[in-house]
């Protein structure tokens, strides 16, 4: 089945490292993401790690994928009040050989960064 | 460039009415898809266009529910007759047909609110 399960809420100090946990059913998801949707705003893809690698950095950002336990993190280094929005972790679902590409979300993290 | 532009942004409706709602996609994207975000759950898939044809309709929740994309531009999805449980962001999404990881670029939702 297609299922993505994240925590609702974190809060974080500004400076300090956030950590997003995820973790997603669907064992031929090829590639999983990391979306970022800020008040009155729509979703921006921040991030994405293809299904056989491990880590992704990108600047402040870091991907962990565990395959074998189905589980994707999220870390935000040196959190900063700009920060402060909801964060979607989502696998794509591929079926009739690549003909639909749908993304499966998971509920959303609301990260909240106290100054 | 313009992104995806969803019309309108919100809409406040009495149960029984009819709703419409409108995705322009990004110009020469013939992927295009509509999910739904039921307040403080999952964004879940509704359906995919390619071009003006539906690829995948799964995850529509019943007949009232109306989505077309004729000429293979903009795309309207339609309510008739809004129910209770039919409030939420609908968001609409588009990426280029040619490769299986282009990003989707997502609009800002219209947020629909049944009473």
């Known amino acids: 089945g297609e299922d993505v399960e994240q925590s609702l809420f974190l809060s974080v100090r500004e400076g300090d490292s956030s950590v997003i946990n995820c973790t997603y059913t669907?064992?031929?998801?090829?590639?999983l993401y990391w979306y970022k949707q800020e008040p009155g705003a729509g979703l921006q893809l921040l991030t994405y790690?293809?299904?056989?690698?491990d880590m992704k950095q990108d600047q402040r950002l870091t991907v962990l994928l565990n395959k074998k336990d189905k589980h994707l993190s999220l870390r935000i280094a040196d959190t900063q009040t700009g920060d402060s929005a909801i964060y979607f972790c989502?696998?794509?679902?591929?079926?009739?050989?690549?003909?639909?590409?749908?993304?499966?979300f998971g509920t959303g993290t609301l990260l909240a960064v106290q100054p | 460039e313009a992104g995806v532009t969803q019309f309108p942004s919100h809409s406040v409706i009495e149960k029984g009415q009819t709703v419409t709602l409108r995705c322009d996609p990004i110009?020469?994207?013939?992927?295009l898809y509509w999910y739904r975000r039921v307040m403080g759950k999952e964004i879940k898939f509704l359906l995919h266009?390619?071009?003006?044809?539906?690829?995948?309709e799964s995850g529509m929740p019943n007949n009232r529910f109306l989505a077309e994309r004729t000429g293979g531009t903009y795309s309207t999805l339609k309510v008739q007759p809004a129910e209770l449980e039919d409030s939420g962001v609908y968001f609409c999404?588009?990426?280029?047909?040619?490769?299986?990881?282009?990003?989707?670029?997502f609009g800002q939702g219209t947020r629909l609110t049944v009473v």
């Open positions: 669907d064992s031929s998801s090829t590639y």
């Open positions: 110009s020469g994207h013939d992927n």
């Open positions: 266009f390619v071009k003006e044809s539906k690829q995948d």
């Open positions: 790690i293809f299904s056989n690698m």
């Open positions: 989502a696998e794509s679902i591929t079926f009739r050989g690549g003909a639909t590409n749908k993304l499966i």
């Open positions: 999404a588009s990426r280029p047909l040619q490769g299986r990881n282009t990003e989707a670029f």
